[in-house]
């Protein structure tokens, strides 16, 4: 399932290294408490969400790197 990122998102993912030509794999923390990782975002706009439980921008409380993640 594929999410659009809002602009807060989108210009925090703007200042992440991309991992290949237009896409980046980070880790996202939800409201919720849950951590997903290696999640793939294409050209800092849209995520490729690896969950079926629907989320919205808005349920996102942090994105980082694959790799800063610990």
Same mark, same amino acid.
């Given at each position: $399932? =594929?999410?659009? #990122? &809002? %602009?807060? /998102?989108?210009?925090?993912?703007? %200042?992440?290294? %991309? &991992?290949? $030509?237009?896409?980046?794999?980070?880790? *996202?923390? #939800?409201? @919720?408490?849950?951590? *997903?990782?290696? *999640?793939? *975002?294409? &050209?800092? +706009? +849209? $995520?490729? /969400?690896?969950? +079926?439980? =629907?989320?919205? @921008?808005?349920?996102?409380? +942090?994105?980082?790197?694959?790799?800063? /993640?610990?």
């Amino acid at each position: $399932m =594929r999410v659009q #990122l &809002n %602009e807060k /998102w989108s210009a925090t993912l703007c %200042e992440i290294p %991309e &991992n290949g $030509m237009g896409y980046q794999r980070v880790d *996202v923390l #939800l409201r @919720s408490g849950r951590k *997903v990782r290696d *999640v793939l *975002v294409f &050209n800092a +706009e +849209e $995520m490729e /969400w690896p969950d +079926e439980r =629907r989320i919205q @921008s808005d349920d996102i409380a +942090e994105m980082v790197p694959s790799d800063d /993640w610990v």
